[in-house]
């Protein structure tokens, strides 16, 4: 008996989870921009809001039905079950924004008198809510820092004199901007050892800065993995998305919040993202490679003070032993000291040509910003000093283009400074 062949993702993203033939045929899916659907009888509706609002199980060969397009669309439905792949998750779910996705979920896991440990720095808008939302609600918050241990870490939780109340840890690794890195198997020993058979204590990951393709924190013991698929997901820059990846359980938790929140991505988004992923791989593997040359190039530069890349990572330190482990590339996403302070930064940046000024990333076209007056602004200056994130610091995404042409536009823009 022959064995079931298992395709890869990037073969599964044109046709995975789509039937042409309930679409007159059609080899892409339509964009089913619809409020609700039409019933066959009663009976029917009342099977698919039993399964909807949790009151019964699906069935094993059972199919969810479509009701109503805050809880399902067939454009959302394909979407997730394509994007599941990528993590080898249970589900998935999609957002209309990465916002979304991160607020669902530490609103669903977290409750007043909670704890949520998380790693720092984190994105702005992350950042802004657990500090400020969050306090609000009454949920206590504590932070560390890639340069602290698991000792340094457990030590914080026993001195605030709750980490019987932890709840959740919530990481981004790499670190924005810095490419520090977070050990996700580490955070989850911590998990584990504050996790009882009452109470679970959640490990988040926001994967972005990674993508789907270089890093997949649920094989290190993440429980949610998180993106803004408005970055590499989506890859082109025309659209805002985000999405939450895990187990069954957590996934359906995470998707009955977002029915009654509304904040579901719309059919012509989740359509758009589709069409992303069938290019995600040879997008993400050309912006890597152009990233190893722009590193490169950098690191022998006479006016650039230190690179901060994963692939430059010194052998032999625990920071590489922890990138040999949990990434199977240094991705495209680089950041570089250069020789002086604010005015230099913004002489290179003002002069470059090809790369612009913005400050997403993950798209086809290469960016560049300055984290400590753009990104990280909120962020107070001796933090910052302490995150490595100072005046001389540049960030750079690294697009599809031609990586001789992005040399030639950063070794200009250099000589001018």
Known sequence: ???????????????????PELSEGSIK?????????????AQE????????????????????????????????????????????????????????AISTVLLEFLAPGD????????????????????????????????????????KRLKNSGLANKLSMIYIETPANPTNALIDIEMCNEIALRYSSDDKKVYLTV?????GPLWQHPLKHGADLVLYSATKYIGGHSDLIAGACCGNQDVINRVKILRTFLGNMAAPHTGWLLMRSLETLKIRMEQQATNAEQVANYLNEHEKVEKVYYLGLIPEGTSEHKIYKRQYNSPGAMLSFDIQGGEKEAFKFIDNLKLIKLAVSLGG?????????????????????EELSITEKLVRLSIGVENHADLIWDIEQALAKV
Not at 1 to 19: N, Q, V, W
Not at 29 to 41: A, E, G, M
Not at 78 to 95: H, M, P, Q, S, Y
Not at 126 to 141: P, R
Request: one cysteine or more; a negative charge.
């Open 206 to 210: 926001d994967n972005t800065y990674m």
């Open 115 to 154: 704890v949520l440990l998380y790693s720092s720095p984190l994105y702005g808008g992350t950042d802004h809510f657990i500090k400020e939302f969050l306090k609000k609600i009454g949920i206590h918050t504590i932070s560390f820092t890639p340069n602290d241990t698991q000792e340094d870490i457990v």
């Open 29 to 41: 899916s339509p964009i089913f921009q619809t409020s609700t659907f039409v019933f066959k009888n």
């Open 1 to 19: 008996m022959s064995k079931k062949y298992d395709f890869k993702p990037e073969s599964l993203m044109m046709s995975h989870g789509y039937k």
């Open 45 to 100: 509706g009342k099977a698919f809001f039993e399964v909807a609002y949790g009151l019964r199980e699906k069935e094993a060969s059972e199919e969810v039905g479509l009701i109503y397009s805050r809880i399902n669309n067939p454009d959302l439905e394909i979407l997730e079950t394509r994007l599941k792949l990528w993590d080898n998750a249970d589900d998935c779910a999609v957002f209309e924004s990465g916002m979304a």
């Open 364 to 384: 086809t076209e290469s960016l560049v910003e300055h984290p400590a007056t753009m990104t990280h602004a909120g962020v107070a200056p001796a933090f910052r």
